[in-house]
């Protein structure tokens, strides 16, 4: 088993920044990859960024250039760093862990970004 705890969301002004940290603990060596979803109201959940074992990025076009996931594996923490936001990454953003044969998530951190 593996759990993650989320932190660093907030209320930001539009053109901000935000740093989302994410703890992993557990069977962490189990894990291939790691990341972020988000999931705005009345919106799916969907993928943000996610980084893999062998440290290859993917983002989400909306987020390309702005974002930025970032994996330490001796400290089992993957951070998300969010610039230059707009008001449509508003958003619950979730972590997330891929194992060989379970997904896990984190609770979930509120992001809003004002206009």
């Known amino acids: 088993q593996v759990q993650l705890v989320e932190s660093g969301g907030g209320l930001v002004q539009a053109g901000g920044s935000l740093r989302l940290s994410c703890a992993a603990s557990?069977?962490?060596?189990?894990?291939?990859?790691i990341g972020w979803y988000r999931q705005a109201p009345g919106n799916e959940r969907e993928l943000v960024a996610v980084v893999t074992s062998g440290l290859s990025r993917y983002y989400t076009d909306s987020v390309k250039g702005r974002f930025t996931i970032s994996r330490d594996n001796a400290k089992n923490m993957v951070s998300l760093q969010m610039n230059s936001l707009k008001p449509e990454d508003t958003a619950v953003y979730y972590c997330?862990?891929?194992?060989?044969?379970?997904?896990?998530w984190g609770q979930g951190t509120q992001v809003t970004v004002s206009s």
């Open positions: 557990g069977s962490t060596f189990s894990i291939n990859r």
């Open positions: 997330y862990a891929r194992g060989p044969e379970n997904n896990y």
